[in-house]
């Protein structure tokens, strides 16, 4: 019953007078909160936020900040993790200076909490308090909080910082920020789990915009560059997505200057930027790599163009479904066909975000010179990239349309493999069309 009881309290403190809730519900919520059943303060946590908008600021300060504070110490970690979860929502509804003196010491402690689910909970919320704040009291009080977060052991605590850094670096500035977001997510990016790997990473964007052009280039477009070249393919896919979006977000001019010229090289043969650590994702020994090339002859004699169909999409079709996907080495130029493909993926993914001379030119070479590659897979992928830019040519570019595309998927519509003839017909199709609606 107290279980049942505790759920309404928030939905009656919303439809009653202040002065009702404050004389019936708040005796109630407080007896809840200090109930000896933890599943009653569980769901206490979670109420204590609704009534203090009903009571207002003061009486919110006065009543019920000492049983949320108690709940943030509650020895269950069950009843911790709703308390932290809430630690944003319930501050918001204090007097500025209750919330810097009561609730930001407790969450400094819960930053150091023995339950790595308590840390997670209280990261999703944290940086929110930054505007409540202000500046100065977010680099006096709370800074020291999601910095000691984002040095977490553990990396759903480190993600859950990076995802909201944009409420803190509205108030305090990237500089703060830069300073140790940088070592987090370099340990993000070489993590053993894809899944964590990939899940920075597309958090990549988002970082990107607020930290400036110039930071992602110096610090993490080197890393978004590495990895094209993870051994999972669903992280190879998020960061050509990646890529794309920075394109978006900083425009044609500084795409040229900077992602363009990096994907081509990596695209005629160059390797990946070298990780920061031995043993990162662009590490590996030369055992692996040797054992990796062996591999990659072998398919490679084997051809076809549906050989290797899973490396297109499945996440770990090359490093196994499990969670550690990091076992064999990077692909790269020299010894994988899969980096190759990616490559082409990414360029295609540029095309839309570069000034036009460099999409009816070097782009557009860099694509069409791939049509004779040795692996059936990666004139397939050629044929599928150059109708990814065959509208934005037949606008930008006709002439190149007609002299370089045009043969190039001719020449392919005559290939030996199946798929290749398939793929390159259906982009002629698209060529033809891109081109009737252009002249229209």
């Not at 919110?60 to 049983?67: D, G, Q, V």
């Not at 509650?74 to 204090?94: G, Q, S, T, W, Y």
């Not at 540029?350 to 692996?375: F, I, M, Q």
Request: with cysteine; charged share 20%; hydrophobic share 55%.
């Amino acid at each position: 019953m107290r279980l049942l009881a505790v759920e309404s309290c928030g939905a009656f403190a919303a439809a009653l007078p202040r002065a009702d809730a404050q004389a019936s519900l708040l005796p109630a919520v407080q007896h809840f909160a200090a109930d000896k059943s933890w599943r009653v303060r569980y769901n206490a946590a979670a109420q204590l936020a609704p009534l203090a908008e009903a009571l207002g600021p003061e009486a919110a300060a006065s009543e019920l900040l000492p049983s949320f504070l108690a709940l943030l110490r509650d020895p269950e970690a069950e009843v911790r993790i709703a308390a932290a979860a809430k630690v944003a929502a319930f501050a918001r509804l204090l007097p500025r200076d209750a919330a810097l003196e009561g609730v930001v010491p407790a969450a400094r402690e819960l930053a150091g909490d023995a339950s790595q689910f308590v840390r997670a909970a209280l990261a999703s919320v944290v940086m929110e308090l930054a505007p409540l704040l202000g500046k100065q009291a977010t680099v006096d009080h709370l800074a020291p909080v999601f910095l000691a977060l984002l040095r977490d052991p553990y990396p759903d605590v480190r993600l859950n910082v990076i995802a909201r850094l944009d409420q803190a670096s509205a108030v305090v500035g990237v500089d703060l920020l830069a300073q140790s977001l940088l070592p987090a997510v370099e340990e993000l990016a070489e993590d053993k789990h894809w899944r964590v790997r990939l899940a920075v990473l597309e958090h990549v964007p988002l970082l990107a915009a607020q930290l400036g052009g110039e930071f992602f280039q110096d610090k993490l477009g080197p890393q978004c560059l590495r990895w094209l070249a993870d051994p999972v393919a669903a992280v190879r896919e998020a960061a050509t997505r990646a890529l794309q979006r920075v394109a978006a977000e900083f425009g044609p001019e500084w795409t040229k200057a900077h992602l363009v010229p990096a994907v081509l090289s990596m695209m005629a043969g160059g390797e990946a930027p070298p990780a920061a650590a031995a043993g990162g994702i662009a590490g590996g020994n030369a055992a692996a790599a040797a054992a990796a090339q062996q591999q990659q002859q072998q398919q490679q004699e084997a051809g076809g163009g549906a050989a290797m169909m899973a490396g297109l999409g499945g996440p770990g079709a090359e490093a196994g479904d499990g969670e550690a996907g990091a076992a064999g080495p990077p692909l790269t130029a020299a010894q994988h066909y899969l980096y190759r493909m990616t490559l082409l993926g990414a360029a295609a993914a540029l095309a839309a975000h570069v000034p036009r001379d460099v999409l009816g030119g070097e782009l557009l070479g860099a694509l069409a010179g791939r049509a004779d590659d040795a692996v059936p897979n990666v004139r397939f992928c050629v044929a599928k990239a150059l109708e990814r830019v065959c509208p934005l040519l037949a606008k930008e570019a006709p002439l190149a349309l007609e002299r370089s595309v045009r043969p190039c998927l001719a020449r392919l519509c005559e290939d030996g493999d199946a798929d290749v003839r398939f793929f390159a017909g259906r982009a002629l199709a698209a060529c033809d069309a891109a081109a009737a609606g252009a002249a229209h």
